[in-house]
């Protein structure tokens, strides 16, 4: 298995649909690294430009891997392991693709419901099938369209039981693990 | 569908099985709620003994629902609208049982793997079958043994690819909704 995340933190739109840098969020680490860890994610990819944004993520990644947090929890440590720093898109995309000696299948989820979504059963063959997969998030209001635009496939948006769309990427992100990769019973 | 959730602070386990009462988490209730909105349940009830901890849920919820918040993003102003507080368990089965005029089927979630564990599909039917059920979720190191042994069924715990069973809440909760009541693509 072959699969990576990674959260977006540049180019997403704020509210307004401008395109914006959004701040790193402490729990966004925690929940999507310790989601990625059970799930067996490679690396957790944490896309930003910003250098404070990126000491921040350091700080914290150094409490739990070799500070206090270290001894204090180690579960907690060998999730946030698997996170990496990238300054943007295109780094992100040569490192993965460095690490497999093959661009991966690049996945993206948006909340519009795209007409050529690929079924999570699909990209779950896929997977299994030992092909190489990226899925970014976004933060914010969601993604850049140019961005999303450059993907391979749209992953659908989660429906739940009526039309209300609004879960929290942690939330998204542990959902679509689930689906890809979780067990079936 | 009659579901409800319900997050437990207290009784509660820390990190040496001792019982405690846990801090209510601002997120925890904003990733919980959006989730339950978009998977249709009823209410998610907040347990706490503590005062201060049960004023800082009534804040929290005031910015959202009528405050600063309500106008700022009105689909979190939906999300946390299904948010209720309990003082504790007794009462949250009290209100619940008044609710659907009949006691609903208890679950709880626990990380260890229990032998007669209701699974995820049999939990669907029921659900969808039209029973009331309540689901219990911990905080802290999980709900305290006393609590999960008076459920009247334990759900297994969240497999992955491997041995790695440390799931935020958060992300838990949003996995299980989705197991229990997603759309099945």
Chains 1, 2 share one sequence.
């Not at 780094?91 to 693709?97: A, K, N």
């Not at 999303?148 to 948006?157: G, I, S």
Request: aromatic share 8%; with cysteine.
């Amino acid at each position: 298995m072959q699969v990576d995340l990674a959260l977006i933190h540049y180019p997403v739109c704020n509210r307004n649909r401008e395109i914006i840098g959004s701040a790193v969020t402490n729990l966004d680490l925690h929940d999507i690294a310790r989601a990625g860890r059970t799930f067996g994610i490679d690396n957790y990819y944490i896309v930003t430009p910003f250098a404070d944004q990126q000491q921040l993520v350091r700080e914290i990644l150094e409490h739990w891997q070799t500070g206090y947090g270290a001894g204090y929890n180690v579960h907690r440590k060998e999730a946030l392991g698997i996170i990496r720093l990238c300054d943007d898109v295109a780094g992100l995309y040569e490192e993965v693709t460095a690490k497999w000696r093959k661009r991966p299948i690049v996945l993206a989820t948006s909340a519009a419901d795209p007409e050529n979504a690929l079924a999570y059963d699909e990209a779950r063959t896929m997977i299994l099938a030992g092909e190489p997969v990226l899925i970014l998030f976004g933060t914010g209001w969601g993604m850049a369209p140019e961005l999303l635009a450059e993907v391979d496939r749209l992953l659908p948006p989660i429906i739940g039981t009526g039309n209300y769309n609004h879960l929290s990427v942690r939330s998204a992100a542990a959902i679509i693990l689930d689906r890809l990769l979780g067990d079936r019973c």
